[in-house]
DNA sequence: CTCATTTGTTAATGATATTCACTTAAATTA
DNA sequence: TAATTTAAGTGAATATCATTAACAAATGAG
Protein backbone atom coordinates (compact mmCIF):
# COMPACT_ATOMS: atom_id res chain seq x y z
CA UNK A 1 0.00 0.00 0.00
CA UNK A 2 1.96 2.94 -1.54
CA UNK A 3 -1.77 4.98 -1.08
CA UNK A 4 -0.85 8.79 -2.63
CA UNK A 5 -4.83 8.52 -2.92
CA UNK A 6 -7.12 6.18 -0.82
CA UNK A 7 -7.97 3.42 -2.85
CA UNK A 8 -4.90 1.00 -4.08
CA UNK A 9 -5.36 0.04 -7.74
CA UNK A 10 -6.88 -3.17 -6.83
CA UNK A 11 -9.80 -1.01 -5.59
CA UNK A 12 -9.76 1.69 -8.11
CA UNK A 13 -10.23 -1.62 -10.49
CA UNK A 14 -13.07 -3.30 -8.32
CA UNK A 15 -15.22 0.37 -7.79
CA UNK A 16 -14.93 0.73 -12.21
CA UNK A 17 -16.58 -3.19 -12.19
CA UNK A 18 -18.87 -2.46 -9.77
CA UNK A 19 -19.88 0.68 -11.72
CA UNK A 20 -20.06 -1.44 -15.11
CA UNK A 21 -22.56 -4.11 -13.33
CA UNK A 22 -24.83 -1.41 -12.71
CA UNK A 23 -24.56 0.22 -15.64
CA UNK A 24 -25.17 -2.83 -17.48
CA UNK A 25 -27.94 -3.42 -15.07
CA UNK A 26 -29.58 -0.05 -15.74
CA UNK A 27 -29.41 -0.43 -19.23
CA UNK A 28 -30.89 -3.71 -19.17
CA UNK A 29 -33.86 -2.27 -17.25
CA UNK A 30 -34.23 0.54 -19.67
CA UNK A 31 -34.94 -1.84 -22.01
CA UNK A 32 -36.60 -4.27 -20.91
CA UNK A 33 -38.34 -2.97 -17.69
CA UNK A 34 -37.47 -3.49 -14.08
CA UNK A 35 -38.76 -6.65 -13.52
CA UNK A 36 -36.46 -8.41 -16.34
CA UNK A 37 -33.37 -7.53 -14.38
CA UNK A 38 -31.15 -11.08 -14.34
CA UNK A 39 -27.72 -11.33 -13.47
CA UNK A 40 -26.98 -14.06 -16.29
CA UNK A 41 -28.10 -11.07 -18.47
CA UNK A 42 -25.74 -8.45 -17.09
CA UNK A 43 -23.02 -11.05 -16.99
CA UNK A 44 -23.40 -11.58 -20.98
CA UNK A 45 -24.00 -8.26 -21.55
CA UNK A 46 -19.99 -7.56 -19.89
CA UNK A 47 -19.00 -10.77 -21.52
CA UNK A 48 -18.40 -12.82 -17.96
CA UNK A 49 -19.85 -15.59 -16.36
CA UNK A 50 -22.54 -15.15 -13.88
CA UNK A 51 -21.21 -16.19 -10.71
CA UNK A 52 -18.25 -13.95 -11.39
CA UNK A 53 -21.10 -11.01 -10.27
CA UNK A 54 -20.86 -12.82 -7.35
CA UNK A 55 -17.49 -11.26 -6.09
CA UNK A 56 -19.37 -7.95 -6.53
CA UNK A 57 -22.52 -8.23 -4.62
CA UNK A 58 -23.50 -10.63 -1.97
CA UNK A 59 -26.81 -11.98 -4.54
CA UNK A 60 -29.49 -10.12 -6.56
CA UNK A 61 -31.11 -8.76 -3.90
CA UNK A 62 -27.89 -6.60 -2.88
CA UNK A 63 -27.58 -5.06 -6.36
CA UNK A 64 -30.91 -4.13 -6.69
CA UNK A 65 -30.51 -2.27 -3.31
CA UNK A 66 -27.52 -0.54 -4.85
CA UNK A 67 -29.68 0.29 -7.85
CA UNK A 68 -32.07 1.91 -5.61
CA UNK A 69 -29.74 3.89 -3.80
CA UNK A 70 -28.03 5.31 -6.58
CA UNK A 71 -31.86 5.76 -8.28
CA UNK A 72 -32.67 8.52 -5.25
CA UNK A 73 -29.66 9.88 -5.04
CA UNK A 74 -29.23 10.69 -8.68
CA UNK A 75 -32.97 12.06 -8.40
CA UNK A 76 -32.14 14.31 -5.20
CA UNK A 77 -29.05 15.71 -7.30
CA UNK A 78 -30.95 16.39 -10.50
CA UNK A 79 -33.44 18.35 -7.75
CA UNK A 80 -30.37 20.20 -6.50
CA UNK A 81 -29.32 20.72 -9.73
CA UNK A 82 -32.60 22.24 -11.01
CA UNK A 83 -33.02 24.69 -7.49
CA UNK A 84 -29.26 25.61 -8.14
CA UNK A 85 -29.82 28.68 -10.54
CA UNK A 86 -33.18 30.18 -9.46
CA UNK A 87 -33.36 33.29 -6.95
CA UNK A 88 -33.10 32.06 -3.61
CA UNK A 89 -35.96 33.85 -2.80
CA UNK A 90 -38.75 33.56 -4.87
CA UNK A 91 -40.30 30.31 -3.06
CA UNK A 92 -43.40 29.79 -5.47
CA UNK A 93 -40.95 29.40 -7.98
CA UNK A 94 -38.48 26.84 -6.81
CA UNK A 95 -41.14 24.95 -5.25
CA UNK A 96 -42.89 24.77 -8.75
CA UNK A 97 -39.63 23.92 -10.10
CA UNK A 98 -38.48 21.26 -7.58
CA UNK A 99 -41.78 19.28 -7.73
CA UNK A 100 -42.31 19.68 -11.45
CA UNK A 101 -38.51 17.91 -11.55
CA UNK A 102 -39.84 15.63 -9.56
CA UNK A 103 -41.96 14.41 -11.97
CA UNK A 104 -39.78 15.14 -15.02
CA UNK A 105 -37.39 13.02 -13.68
CA UNK A 106 -39.83 10.34 -12.81
CA UNK A 107 -40.69 10.10 -16.49
CA UNK A 108 -37.26 10.07 -17.39
CA UNK A 109 -36.50 7.11 -15.59
CA UNK A 110 -39.61 4.85 -15.05
CA UNK A 111 -37.23 1.77 -14.41
CA UNK A 112 -35.60 3.77 -11.39
CA UNK A 113 -38.60 5.22 -10.41
CA UNK A 114 -40.54 1.92 -10.21
CA UNK A 115 -37.45 -0.20 -8.71
CA UNK A 116 -37.64 2.61 -6.12
CA UNK A 117 -41.33 2.38 -5.41
CA UNK A 118 -42.98 -0.98 -6.84
CA UNK A 119 -43.39 -3.56 -4.53
CA UNK A 120 -40.41 -5.78 -3.75
CA UNK A 121 -39.85 -7.88 -6.33
CA UNK A 122 -39.35 -12.10 -6.64
CA UNK A 123 -38.47 -12.25 -3.47
CA UNK A 124 -36.76 -9.26 -2.79
CA UNK A 125 -36.45 -8.15 1.48
CA UNK A 126 -36.01 -4.08 0.74
CA UNK A 127 -33.20 -3.41 2.55
CA UNK A 128 -35.02 -0.09 4.29
CA UNK A 129 -32.37 0.58 6.04
CA UNK A 130 -29.68 0.96 4.01
CA UNK A 131 -32.24 3.10 1.19
CA UNK A 132 -33.55 5.15 3.90
CA UNK A 133 -30.97 7.75 3.66
CA UNK A 134 -31.31 8.06 0.21
CA UNK A 135 -34.62 8.29 0.16
CA UNK A 136 -34.86 10.83 2.79
CA UNK A 137 -32.61 13.12 0.88
CA UNK A 138 -35.62 14.37 -1.53
CA UNK A 139 -38.11 14.98 1.45
CA UNK A 140 -35.00 17.18 2.80
CA UNK A 141 -35.06 19.06 0.00
CA UNK A 142 -38.33 19.63 -0.17
CA UNK A 143 -38.23 20.50 3.98
CA UNK A 144 -35.60 22.71 3.67
CA UNK A 145 -37.10 24.35 0.78
CA UNK A 146 -40.51 25.03 2.80
CA UNK A 147 -38.77 25.96 5.96
CA UNK A 148 -36.68 28.82 4.03
CA UNK A 149 -40.09 30.20 2.35
CA UNK A 150 -41.62 30.03 6.13
CA UNK A 151 -38.98 31.77 7.41
CA UNK A 152 -39.24 34.48 5.05
CA UNK A 153 -42.71 34.79 5.46
CA UNK A 154 -45.26 32.34 7.10
CA UNK A 155 -46.89 29.84 5.30
CA UNK A 156 -50.47 29.21 5.49
CA UNK A 157 -50.67 25.72 6.95
CA UNK A 158 -53.82 23.71 8.08
CA UNK A 159 -54.30 24.79 11.76
CA UNK A 160 -54.83 20.65 12.67
CA UNK A 161 -51.11 20.54 11.86
CA UNK A 162 -50.11 22.43 14.85
CA UNK A 163 -51.55 20.11 17.19
CA UNK A 164 -51.32 16.92 15.91
CA UNK A 165 -51.97 14.12 18.39
CA UNK A 166 -49.44 12.76 20.46
CA UNK A 167 -48.53 9.71 18.52
CA UNK A 168 -48.25 11.94 15.40
CA UNK A 169 -46.19 14.18 17.23
CA UNK A 170 -43.74 11.93 18.27
CA UNK A 171 -43.07 9.57 15.37
CA UNK A 172 -42.64 12.61 13.56
CA UNK A 173 -39.97 14.26 16.24
CA UNK A 174 -38.28 11.21 15.66
CA UNK A 175 -38.30 12.14 11.54
CA UNK A 176 -37.14 15.17 12.97
CA UNK A 177 -34.15 13.70 14.45
CA UNK A 178 -33.14 12.66 10.89
CA UNK A 179 -32.47 15.50 9.59
CA UNK A 180 -29.54 16.87 11.60
CA UNK A 181 -28.63 19.91 9.77
CA UNK A 182 -31.30 22.25 10.32
CA UNK A 183 -34.66 21.63 12.32
CA UNK A 184 -37.99 21.61 10.03
CA UNK A 185 -40.60 22.50 12.26
CA UNK A 186 -43.30 19.93 13.14
CA UNK A 187 -46.63 21.60 10.99
CA UNK A 188 -44.02 21.52 8.17
CA UNK A 189 -42.69 18.29 8.18
CA UNK A 190 -46.04 17.28 8.24
CA UNK A 191 -47.24 19.31 4.96
CA UNK A 192 -43.92 18.40 3.47
CA UNK A 193 -44.62 14.71 3.80
CA UNK A 194 -48.22 15.20 2.25
CA UNK A 195 -47.30 16.98 -0.47
CA UNK A 196 -44.46 14.19 -1.29
CA UNK A 197 -46.97 11.49 -1.06
CA UNK A 198 -49.42 13.61 -3.16
CA UNK A 199 -46.77 14.38 -5.71
CA UNK A 200 -45.48 10.35 -5.75
CA UNK A 201 -49.45 9.08 -5.86
CA UNK A 202 -49.90 11.19 -9.04
CA UNK A 203 -46.85 10.15 -10.83
CA UNK A 204 -47.67 6.45 -9.67
CA UNK A 205 -50.40 6.67 -11.16
CA UNK A 206 -49.26 8.06 -14.71
CA UNK A 207 -46.54 5.40 -14.68
CA UNK A 208 -48.27 2.03 -13.41
CA UNK A 209 -51.48 2.93 -12.39
CA UNK A 210 -54.85 1.26 -13.13
CA UNK A 211 -56.65 4.40 -14.63
CA UNK A 212 -57.26 4.94 -17.64
CA UNK A 213 -53.78 5.78 -19.39
CA UNK A 214 -54.54 8.57 -20.76
CA UNK A 215 -56.03 10.54 -17.50
CA UNK A 216 -52.81 12.07 -16.11
CA UNK A 217 -50.18 11.64 -19.17
CA UNK A 218 -48.98 14.95 -20.36
CA UNK A 219 -48.95 16.13 -16.37
CA UNK A 220 -51.71 18.87 -17.04
CA UNK A 221 -53.51 17.70 -13.61
CA UNK A 222 -49.87 17.45 -11.99
CA UNK A 223 -49.68 20.92 -12.43
CA UNK A 224 -52.92 22.35 -11.45
CA UNK A 225 -52.19 20.20 -8.19
CA UNK A 226 -48.88 21.92 -7.99
CA UNK A 227 -50.45 25.51 -8.27
CA UNK A 228 -52.99 24.27 -5.93
CA UNK A 229 -50.46 23.08 -3.20
CA UNK A 230 -48.63 26.57 -3.42
CA UNK A 231 -51.90 28.40 -3.54
CA UNK A 232 -53.07 26.85 -0.07
CA UNK A 233 -49.50 27.74 1.17
CA UNK A 234 -50.39 31.57 0.29
CA UNK A 235 -47.20 31.24 -2.13
CA UNK A 236 -47.36 34.00 -4.39
CA UNK A 237 -44.86 35.22 -6.83
CA UNK A 238 -43.01 38.05 -5.00
CA UNK B 1 -77.19 -29.75 -22.27
CA UNK B 2 -80.28 -29.53 -19.91
CA UNK B 3 -79.76 -26.74 -19.00
CA UNK B 4 -81.75 -25.54 -15.86
CA UNK B 5 -79.09 -23.16 -14.44
CA UNK B 6 -77.00 -21.76 -16.34
CA UNK B 7 -73.92 -23.74 -16.18
CA UNK B 8 -73.42 -27.22 -16.86
CA UNK B 9 -72.30 -29.30 -14.07
CA UNK B 10 -69.02 -29.31 -16.03
CA UNK B 11 -68.82 -25.87 -15.87
CA UNK B 12 -69.75 -25.66 -12.89
CA UNK B 13 -66.68 -28.16 -11.47
CA UNK B 14 -64.51 -25.70 -13.99
CA UNK B 15 -65.52 -22.63 -11.46
CA UNK B 16 -65.00 -24.42 -8.04
CA UNK B 17 -61.34 -25.84 -8.92
CA UNK B 18 -60.59 -22.04 -10.29
CA UNK B 19 -61.89 -20.74 -6.92
CA UNK B 20 -59.44 -23.77 -5.60
CA UNK B 21 -56.21 -22.10 -7.25
CA UNK B 22 -57.28 -18.71 -6.17
CA UNK B 23 -57.69 -19.85 -2.86
CA UNK B 24 -54.49 -21.70 -2.78
CA UNK B 25 -52.94 -18.87 -4.24
CA UNK B 26 -54.00 -16.69 -1.41
CA UNK B 27 -53.21 -19.29 1.34
CA UNK B 28 -49.81 -19.24 -0.73
CA UNK B 29 -48.92 -14.96 -0.95
CA UNK B 30 -50.59 -14.93 3.03
CA UNK B 31 -47.86 -16.97 4.32
CA UNK B 32 -44.86 -15.84 2.08
CA UNK B 33 -45.77 -12.81 0.72
CA UNK B 34 -47.17 -11.67 -2.59
CA UNK B 35 -43.70 -11.79 -4.47
CA UNK B 36 -43.74 -15.54 -3.96
CA UNK B 37 -45.93 -16.80 -5.66
CA UNK B 38 -45.41 -19.85 -7.77
CA UNK B 39 -47.40 -22.31 -10.05
CA UNK B 40 -45.41 -25.37 -8.53
CA UNK B 41 -46.56 -24.37 -4.82
CA UNK B 42 -50.07 -23.83 -5.83
CA UNK B 43 -50.24 -26.86 -7.36
CA UNK B 44 -48.79 -29.07 -4.60
CA UNK B 45 -50.90 -27.86 -2.07
CA UNK B 46 -53.54 -28.89 -4.31
CA UNK B 47 -52.10 -32.26 -5.23
CA UNK B 48 -51.79 -31.27 -8.54
CA UNK B 49 -49.12 -31.22 -11.17
CA UNK B 50 -48.39 -27.74 -12.20
CA UNK B 51 -49.14 -28.02 -15.86
CA UNK B 52 -52.34 -29.05 -15.06
CA UNK B 53 -52.77 -25.52 -13.82
CA UNK B 54 -52.68 -24.51 -17.11
CA UNK B 55 -55.85 -25.55 -18.10
CA UNK B 56 -57.68 -22.96 -15.82
CA UNK B 57 -55.30 -20.03 -16.66
CA UNK B 58 -53.41 -19.32 -19.84
CA UNK B 59 -50.07 -18.57 -17.64
CA UNK B 60 -48.86 -17.11 -14.51
CA UNK B 61 -49.60 -13.44 -15.07
CA UNK B 62 -53.42 -14.44 -16.22
CA UNK B 63 -53.93 -15.80 -12.61
CA UNK B 64 -52.02 -12.85 -11.04
CA UNK B 65 -54.83 -10.73 -12.59
CA UNK B 66 -57.75 -12.91 -11.80
CA UNK B 67 -56.16 -12.90 -8.20
CA UNK B 68 -55.52 -8.38 -8.67
CA UNK B 69 -59.54 -8.20 -10.26
CA UNK B 70 -60.83 -10.51 -7.22
CA UNK B 71 -58.72 -8.15 -5.04
CA UNK B 72 -60.02 -5.00 -6.11
CA UNK B 73 -63.62 -6.38 -6.25
CA UNK B 74 -63.28 -7.49 -2.56
CA UNK B 75 -62.36 -4.46 -1.73
CA UNK B 76 -65.40 -2.32 -3.09
CA UNK B 77 -67.60 -4.85 -1.67
CA UNK B 78 -66.06 -3.92 2.26
CA UNK B 79 -66.09 -0.51 1.46
CA UNK B 80 -70.24 -1.03 0.38
CA UNK B 81 -70.87 -2.89 2.99
CA UNK B 82 -69.50 -0.82 5.60
CA UNK B 83 -71.49 2.15 4.40
CA UNK B 84 -74.57 0.29 4.13
CA UNK B 85 -75.59 0.43 7.91
CA UNK B 86 -74.83 4.40 8.06
CA UNK B 87 -76.94 7.10 7.72
CA UNK B 88 -77.73 8.17 4.56
CA UNK B 89 -77.50 11.79 4.64
CA UNK B 90 -74.57 11.92 6.92
CA UNK B 91 -71.97 12.40 4.84
CA UNK B 92 -69.28 13.49 6.98
CA UNK B 93 -69.61 10.36 8.97
CA UNK B 94 -70.02 8.22 5.73
CA UNK B 95 -66.54 9.63 4.29
CA UNK B 96 -64.75 9.23 7.28
CA UNK B 97 -65.80 5.77 7.29
CA UNK B 98 -64.95 5.16 3.74
CA UNK B 99 -61.73 6.24 3.78
CA UNK B 100 -61.00 4.34 7.17
CA UNK B 101 -62.30 1.50 5.93
CA UNK B 102 -60.17 1.21 2.99
CA UNK B 103 -57.01 1.82 5.09
CA UNK B 104 -58.06 -1.43 7.40
CA UNK B 105 -58.95 -3.47 4.45
CA UNK B 106 -55.29 -2.65 2.79
CA UNK B 107 -53.91 -3.45 6.45
CA UNK B 108 -55.70 -6.74 6.74
CA UNK B 109 -54.73 -7.80 2.94
CA UNK B 110 -51.38 -6.74 2.06
CA UNK B 111 -51.00 -8.91 -0.21
CA UNK B 112 -53.97 -8.41 -2.28
CA UNK B 113 -52.90 -4.77 -2.05
CA UNK B 114 -49.25 -4.90 -2.91
CA UNK B 115 -50.67 -7.00 -6.00
CA UNK B 116 -52.91 -4.50 -6.93
CA UNK B 117 -50.73 -1.60 -6.59
CA UNK B 118 -47.40 -2.96 -6.88
CA UNK B 119 -44.71 -2.89 -9.87
CA UNK B 120 -46.45 -4.16 -13.22
CA UNK B 121 -44.55 -7.45 -14.01
CA UNK B 122 -42.75 -7.89 -17.13
CA UNK B 123 -45.31 -8.09 -19.65
CA UNK B 124 -48.15 -7.10 -17.82
CA UNK B 125 -49.28 -3.92 -19.41
CA UNK B 126 -51.80 -5.35 -21.33
CA UNK B 127 -53.85 -6.81 -18.19
CA UNK B 128 -54.91 -2.99 -17.16
CA UNK B 129 -57.89 -2.97 -19.62
CA UNK B 130 -59.25 -5.87 -17.98
CA UNK B 131 -58.47 -4.76 -14.55
CA UNK B 132 -59.63 -1.23 -14.62
CA UNK B 133 -63.43 -1.48 -14.06
CA UNK B 134 -62.83 -3.57 -10.76
CA UNK B 135 -60.38 -0.69 -9.81
CA UNK B 136 -62.71 1.91 -10.60
CA UNK B 137 -65.62 0.65 -8.42
CA UNK B 138 -63.44 2.02 -5.50
CA UNK B 139 -63.14 5.27 -7.09
CA UNK B 140 -67.13 4.84 -7.93
CA UNK B 141 -68.14 4.39 -4.30
CA UNK B 142 -66.04 7.60 -3.55
CA UNK B 143 -67.10 9.96 -6.08
CA UNK B 144 -70.88 8.97 -5.70
CA UNK B 145 -70.67 9.58 -2.46
CA UNK B 146 -69.31 13.20 -2.83
CA UNK B 147 -71.98 13.70 -5.59
CA UNK B 148 -74.42 12.94 -2.99
CA UNK B 149 -72.93 14.98 -0.08
CA UNK B 150 -72.50 18.02 -3.19
CA UNK B 151 -76.28 17.96 -3.92
CA UNK B 152 -77.28 18.19 -0.72
CA UNK B 153 -75.07 20.78 0.58
CA UNK B 154 -72.77 22.46 -2.25
CA UNK B 155 -69.20 20.90 -0.94
CA UNK B 156 -65.94 23.67 -0.85
CA UNK B 157 -63.80 22.74 -3.67
CA UNK B 158 -60.53 24.34 -4.97
CA UNK B 159 -61.80 27.06 -7.49
CA UNK B 160 -59.37 25.76 -9.39
CA UNK B 161 -60.99 22.74 -9.94
CA UNK B 162 -64.17 24.33 -11.22
CA UNK B 163 -61.59 25.33 -14.51
CA UNK B 164 -59.45 22.97 -15.58
CA UNK B 165 -57.00 23.58 -18.79
CA UNK B 166 -58.32 22.18 -21.77
CA UNK B 167 -56.56 18.69 -21.72
CA UNK B 168 -57.59 18.05 -18.17
CA UNK B 169 -60.83 18.96 -18.95
CA UNK B 170 -61.04 16.28 -21.88
CA UNK B 171 -59.65 13.43 -20.23
CA UNK B 172 -61.62 14.09 -17.02
CA UNK B 173 -64.96 13.82 -19.25
CA UNK B 174 -63.80 10.75 -21.11
CA UNK B 175 -63.51 9.22 -17.02
CA UNK B 176 -66.91 10.44 -16.70
CA UNK B 177 -67.78 8.39 -19.39
CA UNK B 178 -66.92 5.32 -17.41
CA UNK B 179 -69.58 5.80 -15.04
CA UNK B 180 -73.15 5.59 -16.94
CA UNK B 181 -74.76 5.10 -13.65
CA UNK B 182 -74.61 8.55 -12.30
CA UNK B 183 -72.79 11.55 -13.22
CA UNK B 184 -70.40 13.01 -11.18
CA UNK B 185 -69.49 16.69 -12.16
CA UNK B 186 -66.16 17.49 -13.41
CA UNK B 187 -64.65 19.56 -9.99
CA UNK B 188 -66.09 16.43 -7.89
CA UNK B 189 -64.25 13.94 -10.13
CA UNK B 190 -61.32 15.83 -10.07
CA UNK B 191 -61.25 15.83 -5.79
CA UNK B 192 -61.86 12.31 -6.09
CA UNK B 193 -59.03 11.53 -7.83
CA UNK B 194 -57.06 13.58 -5.46
CA UNK B 195 -58.39 11.89 -2.56
CA UNK B 196 -58.15 8.47 -3.26
CA UNK B 197 -54.35 9.16 -4.69
CA UNK B 198 -53.38 10.84 -1.22
CA UNK B 199 -55.46 8.23 0.67
CA UNK B 200 -53.51 5.71 -1.27
CA UNK B 201 -50.62 7.50 -0.56
CA UNK B 202 -50.53 6.66 2.97
CA UNK B 203 -51.10 3.41 3.06
CA UNK B 204 -48.53 2.56 0.37
CA UNK B 205 -45.95 4.40 2.25
CA UNK B 206 -47.25 2.62 5.85
CA UNK B 207 -47.22 -0.97 3.77
CA UNK B 208 -43.78 -0.78 1.82
CA UNK B 209 -42.50 2.84 1.64
CA UNK B 210 -38.72 3.87 2.07
CA UNK B 211 -39.62 6.55 5.15
CA UNK B 212 -39.14 5.29 8.98
CA UNK B 213 -41.75 2.20 9.81
CA UNK B 214 -42.78 3.70 12.98
CA UNK B 215 -44.00 7.22 11.19
CA UNK B 216 -47.06 5.73 9.47
CA UNK B 217 -48.36 2.69 11.33
CA UNK B 218 -50.97 2.82 13.31
CA UNK B 219 -52.67 5.75 11.16
CA UNK B 220 -52.96 8.87 13.29
CA UNK B 221 -51.26 10.69 10.62
CA UNK B 222 -53.87 8.93 8.50
CA UNK B 223 -56.80 9.68 10.40
CA UNK B 224 -55.60 13.75 10.65
CA UNK B 225 -55.32 14.03 7.00
CA UNK B 226 -58.91 12.06 6.84
CA UNK B 227 -60.14 15.21 9.05
CA UNK B 228 -58.44 17.64 7.51
CA UNK B 229 -59.96 16.41 3.77
CA UNK B 230 -63.44 16.92 5.30
CA UNK B 231 -62.75 20.22 6.65
CA UNK B 232 -61.77 21.12 3.54
CA UNK B 233 -64.58 20.11 1.91
CA UNK B 234 -66.92 21.81 4.24
CA UNK B 235 -68.39 19.03 5.54
CA UNK B 236 -69.44 18.78 9.29
CA UNK B 237 -71.67 16.41 11.48
CA UNK B 238 -75.24 17.45 10.80
C1' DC C 1 10.94 -14.84 -6.30
C1' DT C 2 7.25 -16.61 -3.10
C1' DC C 3 3.01 -16.69 -0.96
C1' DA C 4 -1.54 -15.05 -0.13
C1' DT C 5 -5.45 -12.64 -1.97
C1' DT C 6 -8.46 -11.41 -5.53
C1' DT C 7 -10.93 -12.46 -9.59
C1' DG C 8 -12.44 -15.24 -12.66
C1' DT C 9 -13.83 -19.94 -14.54
C1' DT C 10 -16.57 -24.48 -15.04
C1' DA C 11 -19.77 -27.68 -13.16
C1' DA C 12 -23.60 -28.73 -10.39
C1' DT C 13 -28.08 -27.91 -7.70
C1' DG C 14 -32.64 -26.77 -7.21
C1' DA C 15 -36.09 -23.66 -8.27
C1' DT C 16 -38.96 -21.52 -11.73
C1' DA C 17 -42.52 -21.20 -15.99
C1' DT C 18 -43.91 -23.35 -19.94
C1' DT C 19 -44.78 -26.83 -23.92
C1' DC C 20 -45.70 -31.38 -25.77
C1' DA C 21 -47.33 -35.93 -26.16
C1' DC C 22 -50.08 -39.08 -24.05
C1' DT C 23 -53.72 -41.18 -20.94
C1' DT C 24 -57.91 -41.34 -18.54
C1' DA C 25 -62.38 -39.70 -17.36
C1' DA C 26 -66.52 -37.44 -18.53
C1' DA C 27 -70.10 -35.69 -21.46
C1' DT C 28 -72.31 -35.58 -25.81
C1' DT C 29 -74.18 -37.72 -29.81
C1' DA C 30 -75.82 -41.35 -32.91
C1' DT D 1 -76.59 -48.40 -25.07
C1' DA D 2 -72.43 -47.76 -27.83
C1' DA D 3 -69.41 -44.63 -30.19
C1' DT D 4 -67.12 -40.55 -30.23
C1' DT D 5 -65.81 -36.14 -29.06
C1' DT D 6 -64.11 -33.04 -25.32
C1' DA D 7 -61.92 -31.96 -20.98
C1' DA D 8 -58.68 -32.76 -17.27
C1' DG D 9 -54.57 -34.49 -15.67
C1' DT D 10 -49.86 -36.71 -15.91
C1' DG D 11 -44.91 -37.23 -16.96
C1' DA D 12 -41.12 -35.96 -19.49
C1' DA D 13 -38.56 -32.30 -21.57
C1' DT D 14 -36.84 -27.41 -22.32
C1' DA D 15 -35.15 -23.19 -21.00
C1' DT D 16 -34.43 -19.91 -17.73
C1' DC D 17 -33.17 -18.26 -13.22
C1' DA D 18 -30.12 -17.57 -8.70
C1' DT D 19 -26.83 -19.64 -6.09
C1' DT D 20 -22.86 -22.59 -4.29
C1' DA D 21 -18.59 -25.24 -4.56
C1' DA D 22 -14.24 -26.47 -6.29
C1' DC D 23 -10.64 -25.03 -8.95
C1' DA D 24 -7.33 -22.03 -11.97
C1' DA D 25 -5.20 -17.83 -13.29
C1' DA D 26 -3.84 -13.29 -12.37
C1' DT D 27 -2.24 -9.83 -9.16
C1' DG D 28 0.06 -7.48 -5.32
C1' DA D 29 2.98 -7.60 -1.02
C1' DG D 30 7.00 -8.95 1.46
Redesign the interface.
Known sequence: MHSTSSLSRRERLRETTIEEIKEAARQQMAE?????LSLGAIARAMGMTTPALYRYFENRDALVTALIIDAYHSLADTLEDALAPLPATDYALRLQTLLLSYRLWALQHPQDY???????????E?A?DA??PA??RT?KIIGFLLTEADAASPLHL?P?YFQ??A??RE??E??QG?FPERDIPIPLL?FT??TW??V???I??EL?G?????????G??Y???V??IC?RLGLALP
Chains 1, 2 share one sequence.
Not at 32 to 36: D, E, N
Open positions: QGAAATLCHGAPLAGYGAIRALLPSPPPVTLALVTIMIQHGLWQSHLPARLLQGALQMEQLQ
